[in-house]
């Protein structure tokens, strides 16, 4: 008789060798292993928007009475919404399930496996573990000592292997935007561009209108920060025309849920309020930022996003971060050799800011 594989023999083998991709911990864990209550908790470690989403989305939620039925597989009336707001036409805009299903689904798209994707480290840690996934060679051209990509790296890293080339701008989790210039650069490689601009809201600055004009960019947007909506997953791309048309072709017809779709028709119902909480988050920004700089602890670099990275200067990152966990305060660390005495900071409310200072001005005191 035969001898019954074991299942290790069945998974594939890039799966079972991939790094775990490491979360991080909802409010309620981190609030049960410290013992306090959950609305106790600082959290800082995600770029949430702390203000909440508009009370609009929750009244939308609770006062629909058709969740029982599947929602529009062509996203007809969300795409008219989100091309509204983001100023594009309809043809050019597909959402996902947050803009991490995109990242996702252009993936598929483009790599068989054994193509190339360039990332730029520190980045965003979706590109690669996605890449990872569809059988793609990761090449990682790291960011110069300032965080700014280094684009004569990376266009001379291109090969005829060369599908797609992220960048998110602002970089999470440096802060810093890609100059247009840069962009444009790239975009003369054969390589599709995809341009994450999940904090341009916070930002002001974006190379969107660029799609008009090259075939081989993409432009990522999301509501899980601004909008302050990401526990209901809701992302858009903007897209060329030939890119969109293949992208339907794969995509989950019911990709997007009917809570996330009357969440974003009620944010752009309450658009003014919400420019208002942005306005707040940048003011905070600001404010953070200067009290960091101040303390003899940390050297916080300048950001157009919702978070400040900053390096840790007279401690270790990894006992500053328990330190502040210990009082209940979450900041993102990071334990790669390009960021090891790095720590990001979400920017939150002033109440949020006057917390986490307390915590940082008693551990400068050490
Ligand atoms: C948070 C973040 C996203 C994820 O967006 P979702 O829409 O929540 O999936 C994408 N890109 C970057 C750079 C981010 O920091």
Known sequence: ME??????????????????????????????????????????????????????????????????????????????????????????????????????????????????????????????????????????????????????????????????????????????????????RLLQTRAVVVVDEAYYEFAGSTVAPLVEEFPNLIVLRSLSKWAGLAGLRIGYGIFPKEIVDQLWKIKQPYNVNVAAQLAVRATLEDLDYLKQVIHRIRLERGRLFRQLRKLNLLSPYPSDANFILCKVVRASARSLKQWLENRGIFVRYFDTPQLKDYIRISVGRPEDTDKLMKALLEAAAL
């Open 3 to 184: 001898e019954t594989p074991t299942l290790s023999e069945l998974f594939r083998p890039d799966i079972e060798s991939l790094e775990e991709y490491v979360p991080i911990e909802p409010t309620e864990v981190l609030a049960a292993r410290l013992g306090i209550p959950a609305s106790d908790i600082v959290k800082l470690d995600a770029n949430e928007n702390l203000y909440g989403c508009s009370l609009r989305v929750q009244e939308a939620l609770s006062s629909f009475d058709r969740y029982h039925i599947y929602p529009d597989p062509n996203q007809r009336e969300l795409r008219e919404l989100l091309a509204g707001y983001a100023g594009f036409s309809p043809e050019k805009i597909l959402a996902g399930s947050g803009s991490d299903e995109l990242i996702d689904l252009v993936m598929r798209l483009f790599i068989v496996p054994g193509d190339e994707v360039i990332v730029c480290p520190p980045t965003f840690g979706m590109y690669s573990w996605s890449a990872r996934l569809c059988g793609a060679r990761v090449v990682a051209v790291p960011r110069d000592e300032r965080f700014q990509v280094d684009v004569e790296r990376v266009l001379a890293a291109v090969t005829d292997r060369t599908k797609l080339i992220f960048l998110a701008s602002p970089n999470n989790p440096t802060g810093n935007l890609v100059p247009l210039s840069d962009v444009v």
